[in-house]
């Protein structure tokens, strides 16, 4: 009898101890949530502390300089980006919010450095040649010369309302042929030429670009221009402050994570990435 009472109470203590969850079979082999958790731990850990520790280093750098981020910005963001609303990607979204307003704040351009990068870059600010144009774009040599004939009839007064019916041109019919004013080296060759021949308001016999055939009319022509300083300054200046921006919203985390003392406490998790 006390036998049978030792194996009761052995079976009873038995059932008391927690049951490992079971999360896979297979062949009649078992994989328990422990072992996984354990698997995982050992060989991510250290990673997983590392992004860890980095994130509250933000946080905390964040909160020392007066950066904040808010709800709305982090689910704008979450609906930019077409991301689902989970946890995690919350926090991945706060934390690269949080390096870009960080980067943004502490990125700085002094007036020397932007007048050093201004001398030694000139020709990133010089204004080319640039001309005001309208187009009428067609198939066929035949069209573009029937079109032609109708614009001489009008003296080129008609441009607008042929180039809304008849241009084939998708960026420019709607507004009548309107092109902006564009760079005259960024023209094709033969529409270079042609442009080059005319005066302000005269149109171009047909042109054949790419297989279509083309007419413009030259609405405007602007000269090259060299700035200077002060007219480009603070396009320098934003220019300079955006490249600064990258490179310290890359270079943060790594600057945190220098910066602090930090200490893995467990011996399984010192292992961490340099």
């Known amino acids: 009898m006390r036998c049978w009472w030792l194996l009761a109470l052995l079976l009873i203590l038995a059932g008391c101890r927690p049951v490992e969850r079971v ?7 078992t994989v328990t949530d422990k072992e996984v958790r354990q698997a995982a731990m050992e060989q991510y850990g250290a990673l997983v502390l590392r992004d860890l520790l980095l994130q509250k280093l933000i946080e905390k750098e964040a909160q020392r ?18 991301l689902p609303d989970t946890p995690t990607n919350r926090a991945r979204v706060r934390r690269d919010l949080l390096l870009d307003k960080l980067a943004g704040k502490m990125a700085k351009v002094s007036e020397e450095e932007a007048r050093r990068y201004f001398e030694q870059n000139r020709h990133l600010f010089d204004l080319p040649e640039r001309v005001h144009l309208r187009d009428i774009t067609v198939e066929s040599k035949e069209n573009a010369e029937a079109l032609w004939q109708a614009l001489r009839w009008r003296r080129g007064e008609n441009f607008a309302d042929l180039a809304r019916h008849f241009s084939t041109n998708p960026v420019s019919r709607q507004r009548g042929g ?5 760079p005259v080296n960024e023209l094709a ?4 030429r042609a442009v080059q021949r005319l005066k302000v308001g005269e149109f171009s016999t047909p042109v054949k670009v790419n297989g279509e055939w083309v007419i413009v009319k030259l609405e405007a022509r602007y000269p090259a221009e060299r700035r200077t300083f002060e007219q480009v300054r603070s396009q320098v ?10 490179q310290l919203r890359a270079e943060l985390p790594e600057r945190l994570w220098r910066q602090a003392e930090v200490q893995i406490l467990d011996p399984s998790l010192q292992q961490t990435p340099k």
């Open 23 to 29: 999360v896979a079979r297979a062949d009649g082999i």
């Open 65 to 82: 300089q007066g950066v904040t981020v808010t709800e709305k910005e982090i689910a704008n963001t979450l609906k930019q980006q077409s």
């Open 237 to 246: 200046i934003a220019h300079l402050k955006r490249q600064k921006v990258w």
């Open 178 to 182: 309107d092109m902006g004013i564009v």
């Open 189 to 192: 060759p033969p529409l270079q």
